[in-house]
């Protein structure tokens, strides 16, 4: 009995104490509270509009909501979606078409948001191979991948018409050099001497910066799994190194053995010739160039469209920079040893008389036939290609990334970048683009021009006169910079 009327005295304190001190009595947190409203009470948004041209909001209450669907001029704005509903912690709703549309909650605390990249935000995302890649922010390694093919609406009339844009604009940069080298020749060394040190820039930044970045990010996505060896990507654009060895090395043995009938050659098939050791460089730089082109074209098109004129932008000045680097250096094939040899050829393993030799008289008449034939050989290997053969490898370069915008249009529909199928395919072509432009960029451009030289030649800039070097640095200088400052977008 005493044990019971202590038991009720307990609970009528308990009850006063509630009444009389009403703070006591613990609160959801705010941030609770929201995500509760926010993922757990919204069944429908309405009053959908428009913030700029391009971000759809809808409201539920006085809350706005960041539907993530990007309405095209093709499309209706829809006046409200319905159906809302929570995976995990995020809301997402249906549109007209049945179409799920994740919706963001812009009062959410800044860890409840799904991270895109906004002003403010410690997060940078950009869009490669139709995949938004996010650096930054926390909580992202307990987050499910997201590996199912996205749901978008693309405007489809803005990609073809800037399919044409990105065509002008890459004949503009691999053309340019060709016509200006025509008619202007000489005069214009010291500026072909600045755009061929800037094109060595671009490449190599872009073999490192963006080709080698973009596999990686390939063969780390999460959806791909884990591959068991973590240098996927640097094996790969060894092999690119190996393969390019491989390419040149053959060629170089067949440009020499073809060159021991020159002989019996005319001036005129001489000048007809498109084979030759400089050719074979240029052939193997081209490859490099088109493999990643046509993978830009097909990755800007499959962007989602909050990406995609950024992307464009970027790409834009992408395709001028290195439609210059590559059009520089088959506008100047056969002319570069003219340009620095003074009139003296510039023979193999040393064969003309240099300043380390001790006397020309020394040469015995053995020696002199070899020189001879050395000279008549190189003769050969020096001629430039016609201004039409220019032009045919030109056009490669002016029509490839098109040609993968025009691919990414046909596929858009169906395109999953997050498929590990699609994941090693381009993932591979990138590394091995790395690769390839690694070594020419670094071993026949780079070292060719300033130290070792190339194809028999004397290294263009061994010797230079400091207004010709000064140049040629601040051109290699701007061409690492220009391309990796790009890098940041695209």
Not at 15 to 42: D, F, G, N
């Amino acid at each position: 009995m005493l044990g019971k009327t202590i038991t009720a005295a307990a609970l009528w304190a308990a009850a006063a104490s509630a009444a009389t001190h009403p703070m006591r009595t613990p609160a959801p947190e705010p941030a609770a509270a929201a995500a509760t409203t926010a993922t757990e009470k919204v069944t429908a948004v309405t009053s959908c509009h428009l913030h700029g041209t391009a971000d759809l909001y809808c409201m539920h209450g006085t809350t706005e909501y960041l539907m993530q669907t990007t309405p095209t001029q093709t499309t209706d704005l829809p006046a409200s979606f319905t159906g809302c509903h929570n995976h995990e912690a995020d809301l997402y709703c249906i549109a007209a078409d049945g179409d799920e549309v994740l919706a963001q909650n812009e009062d959410a605390p800044a860890g409840d948001k799904d991270h895109t990249g906004d002003a403010g935000s410690n997060v940078h995302c950009h869009s490669h191979a139709g995949v938004e890649h996010c650096v930054g922010g926390d909580g992202e390694e307990s987050q499910a991948p997201k590996c199912d093919a996205p749901k978008r609406d693309y405007n489809i009339g803005l990609r073809v018409g800037l399919l044409f844009a990105i065509m002008a604009t890459s004949a503009l940069g691999v053309f340019g050099p060709l016509f200006l080298q025509r008619a202007m020749g000489r005069h214009l060394s010291l500026v072909f001497t600045f755009l061929k040190q800037f094109g060595t820039g671009i490449v190599i930044s872009t073999a490192f910066v963006h080709l080698y970045t973009h596999a990686s990010l390939m063969f780390n996505n999460k959806c791909l799994g884990d591959l068991g060896y973590e240098s996927v990507t640097s094996a790969i654009v060894m092999a690119g190194l190996f393969l390019s060895f491989i390419v040149e090395y053959i060629g170089h043995r067949v440009v020499l053995a073809k060159e021991k009938s020159v002989a019996a050659l005319s001036t005129e098939e001489k000048s007809q010739s498109i084979f030759s050791a400089e050719v074979v460089t240029i052939l193997v730089l081209e490859a490099g160039i088109l493999f990643h082109s046509l993978l830009i074209g097909l990755t800007l098109v499959v962007a989602a469209d909050q990406y995609f004129i950024t992307l464009f932008v970027v790409i834009l000045f992408h395709q001028i920079f290195e439609g210059l680097a590559l059009g520089t250096r088959i506008a100047t094939i056969g002319t570069n040893r003219d340009a620095h040899s003074h009139g003296q050829p510039q023979l193999y393993n040393g064969s003309a008389a240099s300043p380390n030799t001790n006397s020309p008289s020394k040469v015995n008449g053995a020696n002199e036939s070899f020189a001879t034939a050395h000279t008549a050989l190189l003769s050969h290997q020096t001629v430039g290609l016609s201004l039409r053969k220019k032009m045919v490898l030109a056009s490669l370069f002016a029509f490839v990334t098109p040609l993968g915008m025009a691919i990414g249009i046909g596929v858009l529909k169906s395109f999953n970048g997050n498929d590990p199928s699609t994941i090693i395919a381009i993932g591979t072509l990138d590394a091995l683009s790395a690769g390839i432009l690694v070594w020419v960029g670094v071993v026949e451009m780079w070292a060719g021009d300033w130290m070792v030289g190339s194809h028999g030649a004397k290294a263009e800039l061994s010797d230079a006169d400091g207004l010709t070097v000064g140049i040629a640095g601040f051109g290699l200088v701007g061409g690492l910079v220009v391309m990796s400052v790009l890098g940041k977008w695209a």
